[in-house]
């Protein structure tokens, strides 16, 4: 059986299911990188230039039960990219949490709301 696991993010739900061993052992060796990098944002933005490497990411991830695949993603995190950090940082728990002991996804997370809290709020 494989595993799965569900929390909430911003008042969502999210449930990501583990990656079939073979598929977390070649991301990660795309993503190692990413997280000894000094500038891991920016290290992701060099390395997936055309949203290739993000959609594999969420590929087994949902959000309130709707599948995040190509289709579905630019209507759910359109104007709301910190959530999509926050549920980037999951995936990464939930994949890879013992792949990247002490890695910089929770940097990552922190970035994200910093710069959510700097944002103009809409009325």
Known sequence: MIKSETTEIKGRKYIVTLFPAMQAYLM???????????DPVGKL???????????KLFSSTSRDELAINKATFDNIFTGNLPEMVEALKFV?????????????????AERAKAAAAQMPQEN
Request: charged content about 30%; some cysteine; glycine content about 10%.
């Open 28 to 38: 990660s060796r795309e993503l190692i990188g990413i997280f000894t990098s000094k």
């Open 45 to 55: 933005c060099e390395m997936d230039k055309d949203g290739e490497l993000i959609l």
């Open 92 to 108: 990464f728990e939930v994949n890879f949490k013992d792949f990247f002991q002490g890695s910089v996804i929770g940097e990552l």
